[in-house]
């Protein structure tokens, strides 16, 4: 493989891809994979961060629509995850290579969240009594479940945990130039209590922030190649919508198993050169 | 006429902005393997790279450049800007949906993210 545009492109397509089927971003894939192909690390986070922006706003249009995403609740998280992403890009232009390949390995290990709750089923958070905080943000939502045939109404609860706890998820995401979004998920779904749609649409829809938020600093860092991260953006937009139409098609155990294998050999290759590197 | 609902506002200027970035962006590709004959990516030519300090000011450099006589950076380089304003524009748009619904508390908090994203862009 050479860094070409074509190389880049497909990569990308299978990175967006892959990554819509179990909903995860692009960048996940696509950065290493660059690395491998010896774009030097910070720079193929400053590039593929502006490339999730595609990714997450494509799938996030529709989402908004059937109401699945819950834009309140986004906004007040946006705060957080923006001034996390802000330092984290900032602290990868300051800190050598060789610790973010050791943090992303790191990083990588957390999408295996995204992998069990596949498994899980949700309970539904009708009539939850909700905190003061929650209550005064009007963080409550409600939309149409095609699988379920109903209608799924809930409140979201503990907001003042649940705000601080998505700068974490935003300074992971500015710092190694991906969505975090199986953090951020976690997040929805273990503090807010979100049902798991809801969770996944609201935590896509602010992925594309995250993005715009890391770009802000990458952009003015002279690591942005208008061909390089024009090549991700379109391969990996192509993918996540192929992805997504084939979604309901493909078994969720053949998508798994291939997930773990990419994501395996993955978080090897960042190991490896963390460990090679100077 | 009725007014429409932010989900439908957001849902269309996400969908417009990347469309549009996309397009724009493949025929900066085309323009980019025509024009160089070759489709490898050669990450030394430092003309390929976004040089901008004020995103604000870099944003009317690349249009005048576009209209003006455009190669093959200028047209990718807008089609990245196009992909940038577009999660900004969704701030915009809901400060004032907010702000026509009286919903005083989301006006302050989408301005919140406005002024950091604002500042972010143009302060480096």
Redesign the interface.
Known sequence: MSLDVATIILTSAFAGFLGSLIGLGGGTIVIPVLSILGVPLKQAIANSMITLIATSSGSASAYVRERLTNIKAAMYLEIFTVIGAIIGATITLLVPSKYLYFFFAAFLSSSFYGIRRKILTSASHDGTHQDRLSKWLELEGNYYDESLDREVSYKIVRAHLGGPAMTIAGLAAGMLGIGAGAFKVAIHELILKMPPKASSATSNFIIGMTALAGSTVFIASGLVNVVLAGSIAVGATIGSLAGSRLLPKISDKTIRVLFLVVLIYLILQMVYKGVTST | MRRPT???V???I??I??TT??II??A??AL??VGKG??????SDPE??????D?FA?IIDVVSSVLGNPN??DV??L??VL??L???L??VA?VVFFAFSRNY??VV??L??LA??TV??IA?
């Open positions: 932010l989900e439908e957001i849902g269309y996400l969908i902005g990347v970035s996309l962006e493949s900066g590709l980019y393997v070759a489709i490898e990516i050669d990450l390929a790279y976004v040089r901008s300090r995103f870099y093959y950076v990718m380089a089609g990245l992909l940038m577009t999660p900004y969704r701030v809901s508390k989301y908090i989408t919140i993210v950091m994203l972010s862009l480096h």
